[in-house]
Nanobody, 126 residues
Framework: QVQLVESGGGSVRPGGSLKLSCAASKRTFNNAAMGWFRQAPGKEREFVATIRWNGGKPHYADSVKGRFTISRDNAKDTVSLQMNSMKPEDAAVYYC???????????????????WGQGTQVTVSS
């Protein structure tokens, strides 16, 4: 079992920035991919970004490309999501997830991921 805890959610104005963090209970991941998803009311869970634990180029949804940045800190067993130039449509509950071991990269389907956090709420309003 891997436990994931998201933090950093809150309210931000359009055009503002917010950074989310996800702490994992496992110190070392073997062939793992870390992902961020979001789910807004009335919508399906949506892929946001993913990165391999051991490195490589991250992958982003077109809707957030150029605005969001996913990163990892192997020493702290964390993965972060820096969100800039935020839009009202970015409002959602954000979840971090782990795909271990991954069969393909990037994995865009939530069903590919094995562990999930509880989620953190992000609102965008003026």
């Amino acid at each position: 079992q891997v436990q994931l805890v998201e933090s950093g959610g809150g309210s931000v104005r359009p055009g503002g920035s917010l950074k989310l963090s996800c702490a994992a209970s496992k110190r070392t991941f073997n062939n793992a991919a870390m992902g961020w998803f979001r789910q807004a009311p009335g919508k399906e869970r949506e892929f946001v970004a993913t990165i391999r634990w051991n490195g490589g180029k991250p992958h982003y949804a077109d809707s957030v490309k150029g605005r969001f940045t996913i990163s990892r800190d192997n020493a702290k067993d964390t993965v972060s999501l820096q969100m800039n130039s935020m839009k009202p449509e970015d409002a959602a509950v954000y979840y971090c997830a782990v795909d271990e071991p991954y069969a393909l990269f990037p994995a865009l389907d939530p069903l590919e991921y094995d562990y999930w956090g509880q989620g953190t709420q992000v609102t965008v309003s003026s």
